[in-house]
């Protein structure tokens, strides 16, 4: 039996979705169904909200002395959100991927990192005034600064943004209520995306 360790904000914890239904424990579902792979419960460190500092300070306080088979880290929206310098998100989630890879026994192959998704064209982002075209902007630059530091450091880096994108006209099934964070659907592909990336790695 596997294990694997989940680390983020809303967007891994679900928030507005049931608890079986965030990408992790879906994920849990895909590869068993889809590979024959079975694995424990996820382990999930994520709170609706969090920017690398407070996901830093969470896994501090939760102080697991397990290893994991496998682990994700999904983090910096609300860094982006709060107008936070990119070159500190950058910085903080250096010692984030760090700490997640002592977390898979020091092997980078275990170690998934996801991208952020644009949230700038939800209907949350228009009734909230916020200007579109800077808020994917921004996104699109930290998802840049992410996936050159995951390359550096030879970690698998997975898009999901463009899932997003692809389905931005679907709220109705993409979304939950509030309009911003992501539906059972959306962290199905989610899901099926990362499980694919994880077979192609580990087999």
């Known amino acids: 039996m ?7 904000d809303s967007y891994t914890i679900g928030e507005g979705v049931g608890a079986t239904e965030n990408f992790p424990n879906q994920l849990v579902q895909v590869l068993k169904d889809r590979y024959q792979v ?17 996901l830093r300070a969470g896994i501090a306080e939760r ?5 994991f088979d496998m ?21 903080e989630f250096t010692g984030l991927l760090e700490q ?4 898979a026994k020091g092997n980078k192959e275990k170690v ?11 209907s949350f982002a228009i009734e909230k ?3 579109a075209a800077k808020v994917t902007a921004e996104i699109k630059a930290y998802n840049e600064r992410k996936q050159a530091i995951a390359d550096a450091h030879g970690i698998i880096f997975v898009d999901i943004t463009e899932l997003t994108d692809q389905h931005a006209g679907d709220e109705a099934t993409y979304l939950v209520d ?7 659907a959306m962290y199905r592909l989610w899901a099926e995306k990362i499980a694919d990336r994880i077979h192609n790695r580990l087999g």
């Open 2 to 8: 596997q294990t694997y360790l989940a680390l983020g």
């Open 100 to 103: 997640a890879i002592a977390f």
């Open 63 to 67: 102080d697991l002395q397990d290893t």
């Open 112 to 122: 998934f990192v996801v991208s952020i998704p644009d949230w700038g064209h939800t």
């Open 178 to 184: 509030d309009k911003l964070h992501y539906s059972a």
């Open 71 to 91: 682990v994700t880290l999904l983090i910096g929206v609300n860094n982006q959100y709060r107008g936070r310098d990119l070159d500190n998100y950058a910085a």
């Open 38 to 54: 079975e694995v424990s419960a996820p382990e999930i460190i994520a709170v609706t909200g969090w920017t690398t500092d407070e």
């Open 129 to 131: 005034g916020s200007d």
